[in-house]
């Protein structure tokens, strides 16, 4: 670790992730740079009731993705002034394009412009309890098109497609992608199970949200369902046979869906991605600032 701070000879440290925040206080300190080389936290655990081990006394600031994450911290002995609520990290792309590029984006697909538009996503490995949602969604008589991802689960992808083949309603199977904010932008609602960025990255797009929780979620993302159905921008699937009948409600009932999409643009934060950036980079000092300035970010950021 010596090594890596003698050759890069950061400005600032950032960390993503509750436990390297630990170790970089703790090498900054027995190198004495810990004065000089602030430490920033971007907690991408975004609702109330998270784990304390995102509390660390020795981190310069904090940057949260909403008031109620600010107010956990607080509550785990962290100084307000040390706290800064600038949205989730959310990559631009998942940025809200208009009405026209996402009939665009179904188009690409070979679906309805115009159609409402329903995406089933199964997460990167593929599985929980998607396919038995899927499998659901299909025996349902609905006016909706269906894009169904199963990540790198090719067994699965091979199993959708056969219970696509039954459906009365069009649908698209995709195995892995690494354009999911173009499925995202095609969908009207998506159907998973909730992760802190996963979930802002929907409702960037304007996308509401069935949250899976037939499995009892984690308390972590339990937070972030109760959160997020609370606000009006997502709805609570305890079983999987209740899936027909709350997407026939969000179809038929145009004032429903109408203010479930209005709630995503209240809890997404626009150009959050920027301003953490800004905010990193006020703390580098100005005699820091040339072109081969670095900063050093925790891995998997």
Known sequence: MRDLFERWCPHIVVSVHPLTQHIFARVLKDLGLAD?????TVVT????????????????????????ARRQLVDYGIAPERIKVSGMPVHPKFDFPGELAAQAARRALGLEPEKFTVFLNA????GGNIPQIFRELVRGELDVQAIFLAGKNEALRSEAETVAAEASFPIKVIGYSDEVEQLMRAANVMISKLGGLTTFEALNCHVPIIADTITEPMPQEASTVKSIVKSGAAVMLQRASDIVPIVHRMVEDSKHYAALRAATITIAIPNATRRIVEEITALIPESGTSSDDSLIVEPGS
Do not use: H, N
């Open 45 to 68: 655990d975004p609702y109330y009731g998270f784990w304390k081990g995102w509390a660390c006394d020795d981190v310069t600031l904090y940057l949260v993705a909403t008031e109620d």
């Open 123 to 126: 997460g990167w490995e593929g």
């Open 36 to 40: 000089r080389i602030p430490l920033v």
